[in-house]
């Protein structure tokens, strides 16, 4: 729940899933919910431009990667979630989540295969961090 997928050529949030169905907030009038197939349902591929729109920022390049981004979240005073995304030139992109709190850290990493689309980084970004990846699109 809560994972942005593309639902009629628009891009919407999922609210809930259910034999085969799932349910989003409707694209064209926001206080009506909309129901559809799971079959009809696309993910968004983790490109530059949807990492930037998600509020990352391009902090590198280099001769193997499109890019390696980087989103903060400060949690509280002495919180934060750093998460670090190098997108490949043959597509495939590692994910690293770096916790701090207080002065304890913790690293964890994902790589290759596993992420491609927004969904799979959302779920994994959870999942890692019990925390949801605050996305406006």
């Known amino acids: 729940l809560g994972n942005w997928v593309v639902y009629n050529n628009q891009i919407v949030k999922t ?3 259910h034999y085969g169905m799932f349910e989003c907030g409707c694209p064209d ?22 990492l930037l729109k998600i509020g990352f920022k391009k ?3 280099s001769n193997i990667t499109k890019g390696m981004f980087e989103l903060n979240y400060d949690i509280s005073d002495n919180e934060f979630i750093n ?5 490949f030139k043959d ?6 989540i770096i916790e701090r709190y207080g002065s304890m850290m913790g690293d964890n990493s994902l790589y290759k295969n596993g992420i491609k689309y927004l969904h799979q980084l959302q779920n994994a970004y959870y999942c ?10």
């Open 15 to 17: 609210t809930g899933l």
């Open 29 to 50: 009038d926001e206080n009506w919910m909309c129901t559809g197939r799971l079959s009809e349902v696309h993910p968004i591929e983790l490109t530059e431009d949807v």
């Open 59 to 61: 902090i590198f390049q």
């Open 83 to 87: 998460v670090i995304c190098r997108l």
């Open 91 to 96: 597509g495939k992109l590692s994910l690293t």
């Open 128 to 137: 890692l961090t019990n925390n949801e990846l605050e996305i406006e699109l």
